[in-house]
């Protein structure tokens, strides 16, 4: 069977149908559609809910169906191309191993936010993903045409990986990748990257900040850092592995990183015992305000749990458990003062 590929927004909504196959993007999780973005999915990333759910690949095809589409997000990620590559050997009935199981907890502890580097041993197989996938990213093609690009080395990423699983390398190991003399240029672009954050470090703001208790019992104070779009591809890892500058193991808590001027991310790091639970909403109700102020209203189907097609996304997913927030995925109008501005309130009001 023909296996063809597309990519829609980040954050779309869709409907099963057969001879497609969604994953990472659709907000269901059920047959054809593997999600992990929304408040009742599993507490696992889509990699794994597509490794473990090859009834849900099956399911969308029929005898005289010559053709299988498999529909990620437009820029895949690293949990969305390894969804694919899983739904890719249930396709072609591949006898699945323990390397595929290893590499499936690996991708999810790195969509929980466990992306710790450090400068010693900077050498993973998430520090290289992030540098194929730049690589890959940096043509002047369309998103569609960029996607492809971005998804192909993902895939050529991940067979080496399952490869050196085989044969017994622990992904865990600094030198894991000591015989794949194609990836040096990646590797050789990791290590100049912490000169990068070097840079990047000398004009961030470093600060004590006091975020929620995740229990509910209160706050906490953790040691944060908010930067303008940082010229280091592996800020934020660099940055949670940085004990020196932090003051503690393993390194910063919150993040708060302006990527571009449409887009900001704030998270804080997995069991730090802190939480951004309604930080998401109290961005989305000023995007709201200004959006109306300015006449740029959003159209479209509301996405699920959402007053918005597409508002900023709060961290509802079980795997996400609100470390995480990210901006509109067409961008968000407001700036970065003004995202900053609303951070602060809600630290201090919690609205």
């Known amino acids: 069977m023909k296996m063809t590929y597309d990519f829609i927004p980040m954050g779309s909504m869709t409907s099963a149908e057969v001879g497609k196959i969604y994953i990472d993007v659709g907000n269901h ?49 690293l949990d969305a191309i390894s969804g694919v590559y899983f739904a890719r050997l249930h396709l072609q009935d591949i006898p699945l191993s323990a390397s595929f199981s290893l590499w499936a907890d ?12 450090d400068p010693a041993q900077p050498i993973t197989p998430y520090s290289l993903f992030i540098l194929c996938l730049q690589r890959a990213s940096q043509s002047e093609a369309d998103p569609k045409t960029t996607s492809i690009s971005m998804l192909a080395e993902g895939l050529a990423f991940i067979e080496t990986v399952i490869a050196e699983l085989e044969e017994g390398n622990d992904l865990k190991s600094p030198d894991f990748f000591k015989e794949c003399n194609h990836l040096q240029a990646e590797i050789d672009a990791v ?9 990047d470090m000398k004009r961030a703001e470093q600060f004590e900040c006091r975020l929620p208790d995740s229990t509910g019992q209160g706050f906490k104070t953790v ?42 991310i704030l998270s804080v790091m997995p069991d730090s015992g802190v939480t951004l639970k309604g930080l998401g909403e109290a961005l989305e109700q000023g995007e709201t305000r200004k959006r109306q102020q300015i006449g740029k209203i959003r159209t479209g189907k ?39 501005q609303v951070f602060e309130k809600w630290i201090k009001t919690g609205q």
Request: glycine share 6%.
């Open 191 to 199: 290590k100049a990257d912490w000169q990068h954050y070097l840079k």
């Open 29 to 77: 999780f059920g047959p054809g559609q593997i999600d992990h973005h929304h408040a009742t999915a599993p507490s696992t990333c889509s990699a794994r809910l597509a490794l473990d759910h090859p009834d849900y690949i099956h399911s969308q095809i029929r005898p005289a169906l010559s053709e299988i589409q498999i529909i990620t997000h437009l820029y895949p990620d």
């Open 302 to 340: 509301n996405r699920t749990g959402y007053d918005s097609p597409d508002p900023w996304y709060d961290g509802r997913s079980p795997l996400h458990a609100y470390t995480i927030v990210d901006a509109p995925y067409e961008g968000s109008v407001l700036t970065s003062t003004e995202i900053r």
């Open 223 to 264: 040691p944060a850092l908010w930067i303008e779009q940082p010229t280091s591809s592996l800020f934020k890892a660099w940055a949670r592995g940085d004990a020196k500058r932090a003051g503690q193991a393993p390194g910063f808590v919150f993040l708060g990183i302006q990527v571009n001027p449409q887009r900001a």
């Open 106 to 117: 690996y991708v999810c502890q790195v969509d929980r936010g466990e992306t710790v580097l």
